[in-house]
T-cell receptor, first 113, second 115 residues
Framework: DGGITQSPKYLFRKEGQNVTLSCEQN?????MYWYRQDPGQGLRLIYY???????QKGDIAEGYSVSREKKESFPLTVTSAQKNPTAFYLC????????????FGQGTRLTVV | DQQVKQNSPSLSVQEGRISILNCDYT??????FLWYKKYPAEGPTFLIS?????DKNEDGRFTVFLNKSAKHLSLHIVPSQPGDSAVYFC??????????????FGTGTRLTIIP
């Protein structure tokens, strides 16, 4: 079955540590996205990539980094520079040229203690 | 600056009745609109969409209405069922900006269907 997979579902890290969230898709989509969800804030765009080896900052990119070395994979690193990293992170993918009808993964809940 | 607004954080509706969820937007460049449904600790799933050339799109129990002049859209669910209880997100995109499309989401409305 085609889909988008995020792992792990729950992640705990100590303050000051970098952590990388995985996102893999086998939908043959060119575009991939990372969103963050906080209570009462909706989904906010962190980074997006329309094609391999290219990515752009979203609305809240500070303290995050990404890479897009393969079409199927778009990992997100939450660095120690991110002031408030505890959140629910969602990865999505879509056909390039249409940021619409994006398909989402199940999400990763990151808790920094 | 919240470009997509869902002013009702929550809504409770009796089973079998109509649920109406509202969404307002401020960016006149938006011309493609979507509704997503989300259960707790899961990713959102696409529900229904509408482009600005239409004012209504229907899919089974779900209908989305778009009023471009008022920059307002609504999602109607009829009849409402217990499985419809979820958070609903409105999202918007500028369709014409090829290569730079990205979805802007509202803050969500939690719909509770009362049996």
């Amino acid at each position: 079955d085609g889909g988008i997979t995020q792992s792990p579902k729950y992640l705990f890290r100590k303050e000051g540590q970098n952590v990388t969230l995985s996102c893999e898709q086998n939908l043959n989509h060119d575009a991939m996205y990372w969103y963050r969800q906080d209570p009462g804030q909706g989904l906010r765009l962190i980074y997006y990539s329309q094609i391999v080896n290219d990515f752009q900052k979203g609305d809240i990119a500070e303290g995050y980094s990404v890479s897009r070395e393969k079409k199927e994979s778009f990992p997100l690193t939450v660095t120690s520079a991110q002031k408030n990293p505890t959140a629910f992170y969602l990865c999505a993918s879509s056909i390039r040229g249409r940021g619409t009808e994006a398909f989402f993964g199940q999400g990763t809940r990151l808790t920094v203690v | 600056d919240q470009q997509v607004k869902q002013n009702s954080p929550s809504l409770s509706v009796q089973e079998g009745r109509i649920s109406i969820l509202n969404c307002d937007y401020t960016n006149s460049m938006f011309d493609y609109f979507l509704w997503y449904k989300k259960y707790p600790a899961e990713g959102p799933t696409f529900l229904i969409s509408i482009s600005s050339i239409k004012d209504k799109n229907e899919d089974g129990r779900f209908t989305v209405f778009l009023n471009k002049s008022a920059k307002h859209l609504s999602l109607h669910i009829v009849p409402s069922q217990p499985g419809d209880s979820a958070v609903y997100f409105c999202a918007a995109s500028p369709l014409s900006n090829f290569g730079n499309e990205k979805l802007t989401f509202g803050t969500g409305t939690r719909l509770t269907i009362i049996p």
